[in-house]
């Protein structure tokens, strides 16, 4: 199984900041990375596909980067709407696996 | 705009079948990949499995031996069986969409909580 590591578990940020949070997979799984947001009672939400392609209609302050092991979404500007919590999942494999999420917190 | 609906009984009692139905509207339901995915109680979200298109399907491995996808349906319907539930089973089920030609999940259903439990 290839296992996502997402750093930190937690994240204590202020409206306005920066945020970047951080994934590693333990095998090279190239760009085949997405970003969900996921709020209490609420789906998953499509933010970032393909590691860095920006998914149709959500705000640009979400990006993402990195490629085969190491990869980051990045928050330029913390909206109130965005205090929620953060996954990745991998799909190189046939196993489809998520990280174990990151809530962003005020 | 595509919508999922996942459908079933809240509880389960333990060593049963949990079954669930997945309907979606708003769009072609036989050129997708559609995936079932689950949270449990404070814990992160966990694939249990996908249909194609065509019928096929894909499992977790660690789920194989008690799951069942099936579908694509002329009711635009795909449906999880899981068996032989016991406690650690009981999660938020939900129903998402690969749109063809790709794998990560576009759209996703509410979800279904489900509990097992005598």
């Known amino acids: 199984d290839i296992q996502m590591t997402q750093s930190p578990s937690t994240l204590s940020a202020s409206v306005g900041d920066r945020v970047t949070i951080t994934c590693r997979a333990n095998?090279?799984?190239?760009?085949?990375l997405a970003w969900y947001q996921k709020k209490p009672g609420k789906a998953p939400k499509l933010l970032i596909y393909?590691?860095?392609y920006l998914e149709s209609g959500v705000p640009s302050r979400f990006s993402g980067s990195g490629s085969g092991t190491e990869f980051t979404l990045t928050i330029s500007s913390l909206q109130p709407d965005d205090f929620a919590t953060y996954f990745c999942?991998?799909?190189?494999?046939?196993?489809?696996?998520f990280g174990g999420g990151t809530k962003v917190e005020i | 705009q595509v919508q999922l609906q996942e459908s079933g009984p809240g509880l389960v009692k333990p060593s049963e079948t949990l079954s669930l139905t997945c309907t979606v509207s708003?769009?072609?339901?036989?050129?997708?990949?559609w995936n079932w995915v689950r949270q449990p109680p404070g814990k992160g979200l966990e694939w249990i499995g996908c249909?194609?298109?065509?019928?096929?399907?894909n499992y977790n491995p660690a789920l194989k031996s008690r799951v069942t996808i099936s579908g694509p349906t002329s009711k635009n319907q795909v449906s999880l069986r899981l068996n032989s539930v016991t406690a650690a089973d009981t999660a938020v089920y939900y129903c998402?969409?690969?749109?063809?030609?790709?794998?990560?999940?576009?759209?996703w259903g509410q979800g279904t909580q489900v509990t097992v439990s005598s």
């Open positions: 095998e090279n799984i190239a760009s085949w």
């Open positions: 999942q991998q799909y190189s494999s046939s196993l489809l696996t």
């Open positions: 998402a969409r690969a749109a063809a030609g790709r794998t990560d999940f576009d759209s």
């Open positions: 708003g769009d072609s339901i036989n050129i997708h990949t």
């Open positions: 249909v194609y298109y065509n019928g096929n399907t």
């Open positions: 393909k590691a860095s």
